[in-house]
């Protein structure tokens, strides 16, 4: 399996294998100056300066929509199970960026690539640590994050919420929790897991982090399957209490076409309106909070080529978040 996610691009590092960093498409369009994702329109990313990692290519949930073989990286718990030897944040950070480097070698003097961009590409100010996985089974996942940071690197960290005491503990620059369903039931069909009783405690601790950290719920809507009940996501948000609402639609690539249709991607109009629909019961749900500052959500940006919606919550980021231009 390993074999396969390398023909894939996967490019592992560290003594024991568990970490990887894999270049996107948008960084390659970003050191050409052909493009740059949606994190550069809503948050201020550059593609080029980003390294998209993750410290354990493990998961503990079986998402239908994943674009990864499943097989792959179920984390082994059973009775007998062979103990994982993780590597150091050190190892893994200093392997990463090295990696990095290596992967973004072969455009120093292409005719598309200019100076100042490829010297700017070669220093990454940014690591997703969201690649392939659950981040939080890293043991270290604290540690790694404060190691990036002290490189003058900001992290965005993507968890699936299964793991709420880790969600407690680290302080990245921008957390993201997916959350892929209403209610328990849609959560069994999408994640074939049950962790649900987890993943609300993990909401729970998302709003506790307001003025530390800025905090994101991603929801990948799936046509026929969790596009369903914006008042159960608007009172999940609610607890939530995010920065930001990113809905996105699921996009029918990689293993998620072995069980996913084609027709189960939504077209960008869908998202828009199911974001519009979320966005108005979260107002209606928040009516009774004594905050209502707080809860002050509306739609302020989209990508169509990448299908999302962008929901913010106008309290504004407060100082210990930054402001808009954290990232440039
Ligand atoms: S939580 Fe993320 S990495 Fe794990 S199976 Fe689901 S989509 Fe894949």
């Known amino acids: 399996m390993r074999k396969t996610l390398e023909k894939q691009g996967y490019h592992f590092v560290g003594t024991h294998k568990h970490s990887a960093v894999k270049t996107c498409l948008w960084l390659w369009k970003s050191i050409r100056g052909e493009g740059n994702c949606y994190k550069g329109k809503f948050y201020g990313i550059s593609a080029h300066r980003c390294v998209q990692m993750t410290p354990s290519i493990f998961c503990n949930q079986r998402c239908v929509h994943c674009w990864r073989p499943l097989e792959a990286f179920n984390i082994n718990t059973g009775a007998g199970a062979e103990e994982v030897v993780w590597d150091s944040p050190g190892e893994i950070a200093e392997g990463c960026l090295k990696e990095q480097k290596r992967l973004i070698s072969g455009f120093k ?4 690539t200019t100076r100042e961009v490829f010297a700017e590409a070669e220093r990454p100010k940014h690591v997703a640590i969201s690649l392939i996985g659950e981040p939080t089974l890293y043991p270290y996942l604290k540690e790694l994050i404060q190691e990036f940071h ?4 900001t992290t965005f960290v993507v968890t699936n919420g299964t793991n709420p005491d880790v969600v407690r503990e680290i302080e990245p620059t921008q957390l993201y929790l ?4 209403p209610d328990e039931t849609i959560y069994k069909r999408v994640a074939h897991a049950d962790y649900w009783p987890r993943i609300n405690e993990s909401l729970d601790e998302l709003r506790m982090k307001k003025g530390k950290t800025r905090t994101v719920v991603r929801i990948t809507c799936m046509q026929g399957l969790n596009m369903l009940n914006p008042a159960g996501y608007a ?3 609610k607890i939530a209490n995010p920065d930001f609402i990113e809905v996105k639609a699921y996009m029918h690539l990689g293993y998620s076409r072995k069980r996913l249709s084609r027709e189960a991607m939504p077209a960008h109009r869908q998202v828009k309106e199911f974001a519009s629909e979320i966005a108005e019961h979260l107002a209606a749900a928040a ?3 004594k905050a209502k500052a707080d809860y002050n959500y509306q ?3 989209e990508s169509e080529i990448s299908r999302v919606v962008l929901i913010k919550n106008l309290r504004g980021l407060g100082a210990l978040r930054g402001d808009e ?3 440039s």
């Open 299 to 301: 739609i302020v940006d």
């Open 178 to 181: 997916s959350l892929n369903a």
């Open 150 to 153: 002290s490189y003058g690197m």
């Open 325 to 327: 231009t954290l990232y």
């Open 109 to 112: 003097g292409s005719p598309k």
């Open 287 to 289: 009516s009774d909070v």
């Open 235 to 237: 009172e999940l948000l």
